[in-house]
């Protein structure tokens, strides 16, 4: 993971990154390979405001948020990009529709072999 910091009048701070990469560095593990990703800090007339971009060789994901606190902003960026993370790990583990898996196969023949084996059961009593 490679992280790249940009500050928009906001003063540079290494706490602040050491915070962030830690914080980053655990969501990390969700994402197969190596990844980028910059981070702009910027602050408004009252909040401040983090946006996170992450490039993948195979997705993309950005996520922005807002709050007085910088550190504030940066939890809920986490956040998000958590809840996209195990989206798309979802997505990957379970592409593959049921019905065409062999269990799948197997309850459709099952299905098709069971029938009624009772003698003359649509026949009425006369």
């Known amino acids: 993971?490679?992280?790249k910091h940009t500050f928009r009048h906001v003063d540079p701070s290494e706490a602040l990154k050491t915070?962030?990469?830690e914080r980053f560095?655990?969501?990390?593990?969700?994402?197969?390979k190596e990844s980028q990703w910059q981070?702009?800090?910027s602050l408004g007339k009252v909040n401040f405001e983090v946006e996170v971009l992450v490039r993948n060789p195979d997705s993309?994901?950005?996520?922005k948020a807002q709050s007085p606190s910088v550190?504030?902003?940066?939890d809920l960026v986490a956040e998000k990009l958590d809840k996209q993370f195990m989206k798309r790990k979802e997505k990957l583990q379970h592409h593959k529709k049921f019905e065409r898996s062999r269990g799948g196969q197997l309850e459709r023949v099952?299905?098709?072999?069971?029938?009624?084996?009772t003698p003359y059961s649509n026949k009425k009593p006369a």
């Not at 560095?25 to 197969?32: A, C, F, P, R």
């Not at 993309?60 to 996520?63: D, L, N, P, S, Y």
């Not at 550190?71 to 940066?74: D, K, M, Q, R, T």
């Open 39 to 41: 981070i702009f800090y």
């Open 110 to 117: 099952n299905e098709k072999l069971e029938y009624d084996n």
């Open 25 to 32: 560095e655990k969501m990390g593990k969700h994402l197969l």
């Open 71 to 74: 550190y504030a902003a940066v």
């Open 60 to 63: 993309h994901f950005k996520a």
């Open 1 to 3: 993971m490679s992280f």
């Open 19 to 21: 915070y962030v990469e």
